[in-house]
């Protein structure tokens, strides 16, 4: 498990490289404040706290509210689903039954993975909720190293950190197997 500033770091990094978000930036400034988020990853150097609060403020009004895990293991899931009915016009399950709007519904919230194969850059992980879904993972420098076998959290094209001795995993796993098996369902019906 890595420190509040960093998950925070690579949590929104990975979110602003997945083209998704971040978009009101305008390229050069989203760039500018990945690097500095990968900047404090990699070396601890200046946490853009001050970039945090002027783009972020509801996800860190959230944060504030409970803490960091909480939001992006829990609170999150909530967030996507009511962004996605915000851009969408559409409740939530009628949204998710196109495939443009499916691939962000998966995407965006935080998963789970077992890794299967393991190097210094990236990683491959089998989704512990999707089946035999397997996902590589970038491993940004100055993140955790993790190994076959461990527990991990991804999101987006990214892995965040090592969860498989936490307390709290089976709380966090519960709220995303349950998020996945509703989005299973509703595109079912």
Not at 10 to 20: E, K, P, Q, R, V
Not at 69 to 86: L, M, N, Q, T
Request: proline share 3%; aromatic share 10%; glycine share 8%.
């Amino acid at each position: 498990m890595i420190d509040d500033k960093k998950l925070i770091s690579a949590f929104i990094y990975s979110a602003y490289d997945s083209g998704y978000c971040g978009i009101n930036l305008g390229l050069s400034e989203k760039q500018r404040h990945m690097e500095l988020y990968k900047n404090h990853i990699k070396d601890g150097s200046y946490f853009p706290q001050k970039e945090i609060n002027e783009t972020q403020k509801k996800m860190m009004d959230l944060v504030e509210a409970s803490n960091v895990r909480d939001y992006i293991y829990g609170g999150h899931f909530d967030v996507v689903k009511r962004r996605i009915s915000e851009e969408t016009g559409k409740d939530f399950c009628s949204a998710i039954k196109s495939p443009m709007t499916l691939l962000p519904a998966i995407s965006c919230p935080i998963a789970f993975y077992e890794v299967i194969e393991s190097g210094s850059k990236r990683i491959v992980g089998r989704n512990l909720f999707l089946g035999k879904l397997e996902k590589e993972l970038s491993v940004l420098e100055g993140l955790e190293n993790p190994k076959v076998g461990d527990i991990v959290s991804g999101h987006w094209n990214h892995f965040l950190e090592i969860v498989g001795d936490w307390k709290d995993l089976d709380k966090y796993k519960k709220i995303s197997e349950d998020y996945i098996n509703f989005l299973k369902d509703s595109r079912r019906e």
